[in-house]
Nanobody, 125 residues
C-alpha cells in the first residue's frame, strides 16, 4: 500500500521558517517523483516543487524560488520542504504527492497518483 505521511505544519510569523516532511512507503522511492502542493481556502491546488527520487533533480514554482528548498533522504524515503521567509500568502494546507517516473517539471495536481493527508501552515503578519 502506498502511503505518504507528512508532518511539520504549524503557525509561524511572517519571516520565519518551517520545514515539512513527507515520509513515503509502499513503493521504491528511487522510481518515483514526489512533489509538494498547497491549497488555500477558495483557491485551486497549486504545485510548488518536485524532486526525483532517482537522481535528486528538482523543479520549483517561480514564486517560491529562493525561499523554498526541496530535498530528500533516500535512506529514510523522506522528502522535505524547507520554507524560509514565509509570508501570509503562503498560508495554506500543504500536501505531498507522488507518481512513478522521473519528470519533475509537471506541477499539475492531476498528474499525481498518491496524496498525503495534508498539513496546515499558517503565517501571521
Amino acid at each position: 500500500e502506498v502511503r505518504l505521511v507528512e508532518s511539520g505544519g504549524g503557525l509561524v510569523q511572517a519571516g520565519e521558517s518551517l520545514r515539512l516532511s513527507c515520509e513515503a512507503s509502499g513503493f521504491d522511492f528511487e522510481d518515483y517523483v514526489i512533489c509538494w502542493f498547497r491549497q488555500a481556502p477558495g483557491q485551486e491546488r497549486e504545485g510548488i516543487s518536485c524532486i526525483a527520487g532517482s537522481d535528486g533533480s528538482t523543479h520549483y514554482l517561480d514564486s517560491v524560488k529562493g525561499r523554498f528548498t526541496i530535498s530528500s533522504d533516500r535512506a529514510k524515503s523522506t522528502v522535505y520542504l524547507q520554507m524560509s521567509s514565509l509570508k501570509p500568502e503562503d498560508t495554506a494546507t500543504y500536501y505531498c504527492a507522488s507518481r512513478a517516473g522521473i519528470i519533475v517539471n509537471n506541477l499539475s495536481p492531476s498528474w499525481y497518483d498518491y496524496w498525503s493527508q495534508g498539513t496546515q501552515v499558517t503565517v501571521t503578519s
